[in-house]
């Protein structure tokens, strides 16, 4: 009998076809395999029992960076016969759901041969296999051979052709493959691009970082700005060059000896660390760990993350110290992927170790963190990049969803999946709105698409929007739908979780454009994927200032000061009151009074800035989510007492707990019942609804709230390994756009 065996999934690029040689051959089996556009196809010459025990081996044991889908398993009719079983190269046809790899850290076996001194690779700074190694980054185009990747200008030497061509190699058809002769070469430069000469460059580098020096490197995805993170006078002069006063920085280490002298590390952290992926996670420091107190200053934990390229294994083995690696770019503007991008940035750093492997697709560290054993992503990138998830139902549409404004994310459907790009950031520049549409254009080319819907968010001023009015101005046949941010969040975390039924979201977030046209935030919404209705939310408060109460705490909680005391304000003397000039407060007061750009907001996002500033925490914000990160510092576990609070017309007044917050004399004791009172809040209101209850929006990525919410309601719908911040928005637009029918 003659089957067709069509396998879906991550199977390019991963050794899936050798394997499938080696599996047949073992058999006896005839037949052939290939790539084509689906994934990959095997045709096998088989009796019923033979093919079965060939299926169960694909499922029992696939190689390691593979993912199945679905197999496909079709009886058909003899096309020509097999003398034994081949390997054919790729189609050229273009992708329709096949796979696109992630980028993965060098493998155990690279690894060894990295140290091997007889090994013909040793010490080579892009050692790679089939196993481990570039992907995403280097791709231009599928199918995923080295003719369609930034690998296509290196001529492979002989020994590596040989390599490459002998499916029994673990370098078979490995795309990335080099070595010290044919492979990519590092430079070593000064920032006025002069190259500097040396016998070892790497030992070069390293010498430079160990004397304090800011040296940026070229990575997988993008390029780091490194130093040595022990050491104050390099680590606060980064900060300084960089304009980042205290936003926590990334540490790189060795391995994860050296991440347990950091931090206070579980074995599910530990497994998340040392995963292929490898991405930052968020750990709780040590009280005697060795870095400088510049890293990430004021908080009780670290982001660490092991060495995932062989570059930076060969860096961190001679230096042997822990080293700052942050993302290098201008901050809020994209990740610097080019030479020229880099000696913009040649202010900040003082040497650079380069290389001519080309980065295609910019793909940023990915932050991660675990709580009650669970996964939570902060950035899906490297490493997950670009991320397939499932759509409820298959779809014949052809949608593209451009995310939200901030943490932006695009995505596509096809079939029955989504297709998220890696997180691409704010859109707040020039240079970024660019980048997100590079990133709307890599997607397209990739996988052949063109859309038939786009859907963006409802916010009038989100560039994401104007550039999806754009997209359908310019093809009056694509259709275009605007979703409510809140109800985007939602749906994605049902998406994750595979849930249609009717559910009751709560969707906590900086802002979001509401339905009214005020900034939501703090939104209890009971959904189903045809459409919500808001059952409740935090009473509106006014936004002084607008915008720029985002990044001012002290002007929230100087609102509710007005609520409660009126021009009785004028009197206070508190750490409020006293961060503004008196002609300020009554300038402020009048904006506040005759709603002058004071936008009324329902934001629990804000609300967390409101306690930060009435407890003096922080008045000015440095970063984004700041406040939340200091308050999760104060938490302690053994206050479990909550503030009063009442729900009138679905409405929580926050006036009244910031009222006993202004009371509280202690602000350990304040900020633990207020996380407290946000826990009983959502307890009150699910416990009205028979509803399953499932969370997103950026506030869940407060770890104290995740933990206190998990024990509280057990049973509660969180987005697991995946994202709860604004990233996740283009997934629930994509899902809202299989349903709804109209604007
Ligand atoms: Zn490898
Ligand atoms: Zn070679």
């Excluded at 070229?218 to 060059?241: F, P, Q, S």
């Excluded at 770890?703 to 709860?724: C, T, Y």
């Amino acid at each position: 009998m003659f089957y067709s065996i069509e396998i879906r999934g991550v199977v390019q690029g991963v050794g899936f076809r050798p394997f499938i040689y080696n599996l047949a051959a073992s058999s006896g089996l005839k037949g052939q395999v290939s790539n084509n556009g689906y994934g990959v196809l095997i045709l096998l010459d088989a009796c019923q029992e033979e093919l079965d025990a060939f299926v169960q081996k694909i499922r029992a044991n696939p190689p390691p960076l593979c993912e199945i889908d679905s197999i496909k398993i079709t009886q058909i009719k003899k096309t020509k016969s097999f003398e034994c079983f081949s390997i054919q190269m790729s189609e050229s046809a273009k992708s329709l759901s096949s796979h696109i790899p992630s980028d993965i850290a060098m493998c155990a076996e690279c690894e060894s041969e990295l140290k091997d001194k007889t090994n013909r690779r040793f010490e080579h700074p892009f050692i790679t296999c089939t196993n481990c190694g570039p992907r995403y980054s280097i791709i231009r185009n599928l199918p995923y051979d080295r003719k369609n990747t930034s690998m296509d200008e290196f001529v492979m030497c002989k020994k590596c052709a040989a390599e490459y061509e002998n499916p029994h190699d673990r370098r078979y058809h490995a795309q990335p493959i080099g070595c010290h002769e044919c492979g990519a070469r590092l430079s070593l430069l000064d920032n006025k691009g002069k190259i500097i000469e040396s016998v070892n460059i790497i030992d070069k580098a390293v010498e430079l970082i160990a004397e304090g020096k800011i040296v940026c490197v070229k990575g997988i995805g993008g390029y780091h700005l490194i130093c040595d993170a022990t050491n104050d006078d390099a680590v606060k002069l980064l900060r300084e060059r960089k304009k980042r006063p205290s936003k926590p920085f990334g540490v790189m280490v060795e391995d994860i000896d050296v991440a347990k002298k950091i931090a206070i590390i579980n074995a599910k952290e530990e497994e998340l660390l040392c995963s292929n992926r490898r991405p930052i996670v968020l750990l709780k420091k040590r009280d005697d760990n060795s870095l400088s107190d510049f890293v990430a200053p004021n908080i009780n934990q670290v982001g660490l993350f092991l060495a995932y390229t062989p570059l930076h294994h060969l860096i961190l083995q001679r230096l042997n110290t822990p080293i700052v690696a942050t993302s290098a770019n201008i901050s809020d503007e994209p990740l610097c992927t080019t030479y020229d991008d880099i000696m913009k940035l040649r202010g900040i750093w003082d040497y650079c170790l380069e290389h001519n492997r080309e980065i295609l697709n910019s793909c940023d560290d990915s932050v991660a963190f675990v709580e009650n054993e669970k996964v939570f992503m902060l950035r899906n990138a490297r490493g997950y990049a670009p991320l397939y998830l499932r759509l409820p139902q298959t779809t014949s549409k052809k949608i593209l969803s451009l995310g939200a404004n901030q943490k932006s994310t695009v995505a596509i459907t096809v079939e029955d999946s989504v297709i998220l790009s890696p997180y691409i950031g704010d859109l707040g520049s020039l240079s970024s709105i660019n980048h997100f549409k590079s990133h709307i254009e890599t997607l397209k080319r990739i996988y052949d698409f063109t859309p038939d819907v786009v859907v963006c968010d409802k916010h009038p001023n989100y560039e994401s929007t104007k550039y999806a009015k754009e997209l359908v101005a310019q093809n009056q046949e694509v259709e275009l739908l605007q979703v409510q941010h809140h109800y985007a969040h939602i749906l994605a975390t049902m998406g994750v979780k595979g849930i249609t039924t009717k559910v009751l979201g709560v969707s906590f977030d900086g802002t979001g454009y509401g339905d009214d046209g005020n900034l939501w935030g703090g939104e209890f919404l009971v959904c189903d994927l045809e459409g919500y209705e808001r059952v409740g939310q935090f009473k509106y408060f006014k936004l002084i200032g607008g915008e720029k109460a985002i990044k001012e705490p002290r002007r929230v909680a100087l609102g509710f000061l007005f609520e409660i005391y009126g021009d009785g304000v004028f009197n206070l003397n508190n750490p409020i009151t006293n961060s503004f000039s008196a002609a300020e407060i009554k300038t402020l007061y009048t904006a506040y009074k005759n709603g002058l750009n004071s936008p009324l907001s329902s934001s629990c996002g804000r609300l967390f800035d409101a306690v930060a500033s009435l407890l003096d925490v922080v008045q000015v914000c440095s970063y984004e989510g700041e406040s939340g990160l200091l308050l999760e510092s104060l938490y302690d576990e053994n206050i479990t007492e909550y503030y009063k609070f009442s729900m009138q017309d679905n409405e929580i007044d926050f006036s009244q707990i910031a009222k006993q917050i202004l009371d509280e004399e202690n602000s350990r004791i304040a900020v633990s019942k207020f996380f407290n009172t946000i826990v009983e809040i959502i307890y009150l209101v699910q416990k009205k609804y028979d509803l399953p209850l499932v969370l997103s929006g950026g506030v869940f990525q407060n770890r104290v709230l995740l933990r206190l919410i998990m024990k509280k309601i057990p049973d509660v719908i969180l987005p697991e390994s995946f994202v709860s911040n604004d990233a996740s928005i283009a997934y629930g637009q994509a899902i809202a756009a299989l349903n709804l029918k109209t604007l």
